[in-house]
């Protein structure tokens, strides 16, 4: 029998990633790249160079493909659903996907599966109208701050704003006359912290949950996870993944899929509740620890879904696993710092995505486990901040 072929879309760290796996798997690899030089193309022999809204690329990827998956949700829906019809499995589905391409298509639908949501508006596209709304909105909660995104093509704290008035977002008002995508309007919710909950799914219906997370944001990006989220009780934990179950069988979502949420706390002897923010239809910094903090990483997981494949056991293999981010770094180049890091930190796995270094780029990460959650964290944030370039 020949080997499994996997298409993705995208040729970024995370389908770089995904290499390893499909090695260790037997499965053939095939990405689209965006540039010859991108991470993916790197590391993957069978890295074809194409955009994801190129229709003529997208169908060669999939000739002799026996899935096609994602890298990242900016795929044209509609080519999707042809693809579809014309027999080719794509997973996550284009149902699934435009949850995670729309956030108004995705606040409406989850909000009917019952998942807890903060309270939204859908803005109206004429200026004037989008105005009275969302002062309205903002007068409805009490005159606060809220938070405006826009339905499409934000990611990384990227299309999302926080205001006190329409006035803070005339620009967008503008983008959206001109064609620009649809607004919407959120409570800022007063969350205590964030968590996220990664679920593997597969066509036939098995999923798994990897433990609840918590992730440590820096000027809207993952900068830190700490797995499993400390101070977590059992209740709780249930109570996350079982929203993320949900979401999951709601959607029929294939493959692996992030629910961030944010942890509330209305006082500290209060029970938290949980509210969901965001969704992505792939494997997700939040679960980047489970490289070496799971017995199955979330790339051969999602490998293995997409393949209708019996899924891997998801427990931990340590107390506690801190995944730090790389994000930038004063070095010409991130690996000049290897022999420093691997010197001090003999036990951090450092992993570096071959990209040129920019501010603020994610250009790595550094994964540290063992039983001391203290000395794990310290270790891990130490590694990446070398990696930076920060001086001690």
């Known amino acids: ?4 072929v996997i298409s993705v879309v995208g040729g970024g760290q995370l389908a770089r990633m995904m290499a390893p796996a499909a090695a260790e798997l037997g499965v053939h690899l095939r990405v689209l790249v965006e540039d010859p030089a991108s991470s993916a193309a790197q590391v993957v022999v069978d890295a074809p160079v194409g955009v994801a809204s190129d229709e003529e690329a997208l169908r060669a990827l999939v000739v002799g493909a026996d899935v096609l998956t994602f890298e990242h949700e900016h795929v044209p829906n509609e080519l999707l659903r042809e693809l579809v019809a014309s027999g080719t499995p794509v997973h996550p589905g284009p149902d699934a996907l435009v949850q995670a391409q729309d956030k108004i298509v995705m606040r409406r639908r ?8 903060p309270r939204w508006l859908e803005l109206p596209r004429e200026e ?3 105005r009275v709304a969302l002062d309205g909105f903002i007068a409805d909660g009490g005159g606060g701050d809220v938070v405006v995104k826009t339905s499409r093509g934000g990611y990384d704290g990227k299309g999302v704003r926080v205001v006190g008035s329409a006035d803070a977002v005339s620009d ?7 064609g620009g995508p649809t607004l919407l309007v959120e409570e800022k ?3 205590t912290r964030e968590l996220a909950v990664l679920v593997a799914r597969r066509p036939s219906g098995e999923a798994r949950t990897w433990p609840v997370v918590e992730s440590v944001q820096r000027d809207g990006v993952c900068s830190e996870v700490v797995a499993p989220a400390p101070d977590l009780t059992t209740d ?7 929203v993320a179950l949900s979401i999951a069988e709601g959607l029929g979502v294939t493959g692996v899929l992030a629910v961030e949420m944010f942890e ?7 029970e938290p509740t949980l509210v969901v923010n965001e969704l992505a239809m792939r494997p997700h910094n939040s679960g980047h620890w489970t490289i070496d903090g799971a017995v199955t990483s979330q790339f051969e997981q999602h490998l293995r879904a997409v393949l209708d494949l019996p899924l891997g056991d998801t427990s931990a293999v340590a107390p506690w696993t801190v995944m730090a981010n790389v994000l930038g770094s004063a070095l010409d180049d991130v690996t000049d710092a290897l022999p420093a890091v691997l010197a001090a930190f003999p036990d951090a796995r450092v992993n570096l995505y071959g990209k040129q270094v920019r501010p603020g780029r994610k250009l790595g990460h550094v994964n540290v486990s063992g039983s001391d959650l203290d000395e794990v964290r310290r270790r891990a944030v130490a590694a990446a901040a070398m990696l930076r370039g920060d001086q001690p």
Request: proline fraction near 10%.
């Open 236 to 242: 709780e934990a249930d109570r996350a993944r079982a």
């Open 189 to 191: 919710v007063p969350f």
């Open 110 to 117: 989850i909000a009917e599966l019952g998942a807890p949501c």
């Open 1 to 4: 029998m020949a080997a499994p």
């Open 128 to 130: 004037s109208d989008a």
């Open 264 to 270: 509330v706390r209305t006082s500290p002897d209060a």
């Open 172 to 178: 967008w008002f503008a983008a959206v006359t001109a």
